[in-house]
């Protein structure tokens, strides 16, 4: 069904494409004589390059294998290319193929994914409403390429908020004052219900991140406190907070079964039926003192199901943070072991509809209704086996956090 979705798409770019070059630049199709020598254009334009005088079909083969910046710089080459690489179907093409593949997604780069589920752009509105060559383009209805390239992870640095001079010199005279380590809540059901548990390779990996404190009880029998090293310089803790004791938790995993939540308590819904939590008064008193948070999500596939109970149980930890819209929330997309290298691999080809392992981390902000949230936000995928990817999350939540990385 995926390749089905991919060739219609591909077709539908295709068609756009060579109406438009038909129409504006019909003298840039013209046959190519047998030494490849392009037919002498004798009018005021210039002369079409080779690569102007290929298939459209061909042409978008090619784009298809170039990355972003690299179609920006072949727009920069001539007219003709820059029209053509601006094409609003290429982009939403470019959208649907690559957006699973992303490995990080926040509250800055987020696509509107609206933008995909309305009808398809007319190909006579997105075309002929260009004038040729021109620098502007009409009011179309989205403007794929500016969601692209703000959440693609090659480009979006451009997106992230500048730093002011300022902070500069405030982040010299903090590092001359003894500060606390900051402190992270992580839950959620990814921490229990893979095979591999990420808490038990945190506490073992020195080679990611060192263990610099001993373990201390912080929460009777759900949760326990440990300090890490970051990049062996910065000092942070993770309170972990388990839905409940130990031999539950591996009962309910062997068994698939669900268990007793006891770190929120069920208040009943609202109008809309969603489930309303409120956490355990041990748990409201860790949200009160913590500079952040992070939840372990389930991202294999088919076992991150109960998404309203996941949105209102971490709209509950967010709201007992004493009502600070600036603790930031990491969100681990959690699956136990690595994809298999063939899948891996397939995200820089332009055939990619190998099924994926793992929940596309843009799918998990949108399962969990991220975007319509007033803290900033982040989901990183994760691997619990490897823990890679974990590192650029404790980096972007020490970053929140007021943390010079």
């Known amino acids: 069904m995926a390749g089905n979705n991919q060739q219609l798409n591909e077709s539908v770019v295709i068609r756009s494409l060579r109406r438009f070059r038909d129409r504006y630049f019909p003298n840039s199709w013209k046959d190519v004589k047998d030494d490849l020598t392009p037919v002498v254009n004798t009018g005021q334009e210039p002369e079409p390059g080779f690569l102007d005088t290929l298939p459209v079909d061909v042409q978008f083969l090619i784009m298809t294998f170039l990355c ?71 009011e179309l209805k989205f403007d794929y390429m500016s969601e692209y390239l703000k959440g693609c992870p090659s480009c979006r640095q451009q997106w992230l908020p500048s730093r002011p001079a300022y902070d500069v010199v405030t982040s010299f005279l903090q590092s001359l004052v003894a500060s606390s380590e900051p402190r992270y809540a992580m839950f959620g059901p990814g921490m229990e219900q893979l095979d591999v548990s990420i808490v038990r390779r945190l506490m073992h990996a020195p080679d990611v991140l060192p263990v610099s404190g001993t373990p201390h009880r912080q929460i009777n029998g759900v949760g326990s406190g440990i300090s890490y090293m970051f990049n062996n310089q910065l000092k942070f803790n993770i309170l972990t907070l388990y839905s409940t004791n130990r031999a539950e938790r591996e009962r309910a995993r062997v068994q698939q079964q669900s268990i007793s939540n006891k770190l929120f308590t069920c208040e009943g819904t609202d109008d809309s039926g969603s489930p309303i939590y409120s956490p355990a008064p041990q748990v409201r008193q860790v949200c009160q003192v913590v500079d952040g948070f992070i939840y372990v999500a389930n991202a294999e596939p088919g076992r991150g199901g109960e998404g309203e109970s996941e949105v209102a149980q971490i709209q509950a930890v967010l709201n007992s943070a004493g009502g600070s819209a600036s603790r930031p929330l990491l969100v681990l997309s959690c699956v136990s072991r690595e ?16 099924a994926r392992c793992r929940t596309p981390c843009v799918d998990v902000a949108k399962r969990l209704r991220l975007p319509q949230l007033a803290n900033p936000w982040m989901v990183q995928d994760t691997v619990a086996e490897s823990l890679s990817g974990l590192l650029d999350g404790v980096a972007w939540l020490l970053r929140c956090s007021g943390v010079k990385v």
Do not use: K
């Not at 972003?68 to 601006?86: E, H, K, N, Q």
């Not at 994809?339 to 190998?354: D, L, Y």
């Open 339 to 354: 994809e298999p290298e063939a899948v891996r691999t397939s995200c820089t080809a332009s055939s990619r509809n190998t």
């Open 68 to 138: 972003p910046g690299d179609i920006c710089r072949l727009g920069a080459t001539s007219r003709y290319w820059r029209a053509m690489v601006r094409d609003p179907l290429l982009w939403r093409y470019f959208l649907l193929r690559d957006m699973p593949y992303w490995p990080s997604i926040d509250h800055v780069t987020m696509p509107q994914l609206e933008l995909l589920d309305a009808p398809l752009i007319d190909e006579h509105e997105s075309l002929e409403d260009r004038e040729e060559g021109g620098d502007t383009v009409m």
